[in-house]
Each structure stands twice: as C-alpha cells, then as structure tokens.
C-alpha cells in the first residue's frame, strides 16, 4: 500500500536443500503476502512482524496492516489459515484467523478474538493495495524466482564499504 515501510531481516529460498525462511518487519501501511506452498513444508518459516504482532503462516494468503499513531496492528484472512501473536514474548496467546475474519493487536493485549468480515469490509481491506501479478503480464513477469529460472547473486556493497570503512 502507499506510504508502507517494510524490512526484510531474512530472505532463504533454497528448494535442493529444502530451506525456506522469510522473516520481515512492517514498519507501516498495509502488505498483501501471497505465501506459496514452499512454505507449508517442514522446517519452513515465514514470519511477518509489527511493533505489536508477528503474523506466522505456511501456505497461505492475508493482508497484514499497522498504524505506528495508533499501535495497533490488524490481520486479514484472505486465504488459508494466519496465526497470530503479540509480539511481546509475556503475551503468549495466539489466535487463527481464517479468510473473510480480522483480528487486532496492540502492545498490551493479545490479539482480538477473530471476527467475520461483510463483503464490503473485505473489498476495503484490498483497496489501495497493488497486487504483482505471478502471470506473463505483472511485475513479476520478469521476476528469475516466478519464472523459475536461476536466481542472481545479491547485488550488495562489499562489507567494509556497507559500515562505511575504507
């Protein structure tokens, strides 16, 4: 969505050795993921993370929104099943939340018992949100991951340049 800040902490996509780990943090605004079936295997982890909630998932799709004026954090089921937590550790209670269900966090509590959305809440949840397609036609189209073909080095500065030595 506009004006979103997200983070990526960890990106792992390795199918031959069996590894699939994402773990990123929403700073602000709203995300659609879109979790592909890599991720219901054993062992994998995607993971998104709010100031107020971490959003865990395998083989799914949600749309994952927080307000830093607010502190609150909401999770939308699109598809699939989300867990969802406080991000504070002393807070261990999670919920699932299902397609067509909202939940809210904020710092001090868990998250709200899930409810169930009306058809015009669910189409506001996707409003502003630009969705990069997997098709031949969408942003992704020229994406080496979607097109399964092999994946480039990162592009990174070396490390003495990256802490501004040297």
Known sequence: GDETRITVDEQ?????????????QLLRGKVRALVGEYYSRPGASYQLETVTAVAGVRGTEFILS????????????????VEVRNSRERIAQ????????????DAERPPEAPRSLDETDRQRWFEGLDFVS??????????????????????????AQARGVG
């Open 12 to 24: 792992v996509f390795a199918p031959d050795e069996g590894l699939f780990r994402s773990s990123m």
């Open 66 to 81: 927080y307000d830093p004026a607010l502190e609150v954090t909401r999770v939308v089921g699109i598809e699939g099943r």
């Open 94 to 105: 999670s919920v699932f939340v299902t397609a067509g269900e909202l939940t809210e966090v």
């Open 134 to 159: 997997t098709g031949n036609r969408g942003l992704a189209g020229a994406d080496p991951l979607v097109a399964q073909q092999a994946v480039p080095a990162p592009d990174r500065a070396p490390a």
